[in-house]
Structures are given as C-alpha cells and as structure tokens.
C-alpha cells in the first residue's frame, strides 16, 4: 500500500494553463505505470493521459492531445500533466493512479492505487 498525492489544481481562466503533479512514494512505484484521471460533475471518470515506467511511453486521450503533456521524473518521483489551452469542458476534478507492471493504460481496472484527486476549475 501507499499514497499518490495530486497537487496543482486550481482556477484559471479559458486558454490558460495549468501543471498538475503526482508524487509517489518510490523506489517501487518507479516500476509502475501513472494515468491521470478526471471526473466533471454528474459525469464518469475518464482517462486523460499515462506514461509507463521510463516515461518513454505515453497515450492520450484524443480531445487532449497537442494541449495536454504528461512527463514522468524517476528522480524526484513525480510525474506532471502539464494543461495548456485549456477549455471550460476541462473541468474536472484529477486524479493519478499507478498501474503495477509498467502499465500504461486508459482503463480504470489496470489501476491499483489512486489519489484523492485534485479540482481544476476552467471558467471565465
């Protein structure tokens, strides 16, 4: 067992940008795959992006590409969403998660560990 914690969100208006951050505890995570999450109000969750364990690997999900970049820094154990242009339908609160076996996936049941989540708010 151990904890992911998300830091980064907050409000900003449309077109804005925003870096969320996902601290792990390693060095055993460092073989785990991150996704970010995120869930709108009276929505599902949704996968927004992942890296494996090198972060050589990446998969976004397609209304985020060419705004959204997920990096991964074994040494700091941290991996970032770095948000650009962002659009009030990015509301939402994100989560991390890791993926045991070097996982990079956008499916919710290759997760093992998750977050509490953090809120980014895109509103004029």
């Known amino acids: 067992q151990f904890k992911l914690v998300e830091s980064g969100g907050g409000f900003v208006q449309p077109g804005g940008s925003l870096s969320l951050s996902c601290t792990y505890p390693?060095?055993?995570?460092?073989?785990?795959?991150i996704g970010w999450f995120r869930q709108a109000p009276g929505k599902e969750r949704e996968a927004v992006a992942c890296?494996?364990?090198?972060?050589?690997?990446?998969i976004y999900v397609d209304n985020v590409k060419g705004r959204f970049t997920i990096s991964r820094d074994s040494a700091k154990n941290v991996v970032v969403l770095q948000m650009n242009r962002l659009e009030p339908e990015d509301t939402a609160v994100y989560y991390c998660?890791?993926?045991?076996?070097?996982?990079?996936?956008?499916?919710?049941?290759?997760?093992?560990?998750w977050g509490q989540g953090t809120q980014v708010t895109v509103s004029s």
């Open positions: 998660a890791a993926a045991r076996y070097n996982t990079c996936s956008g499916s919710e049941s290759s997760y093992s560990y």
């Open positions: 390693g060095p055993t995570v460092d073989y785990y795959g």
């Open positions: 890296a494996n364990a090198s972060g050589r690997r990446t």
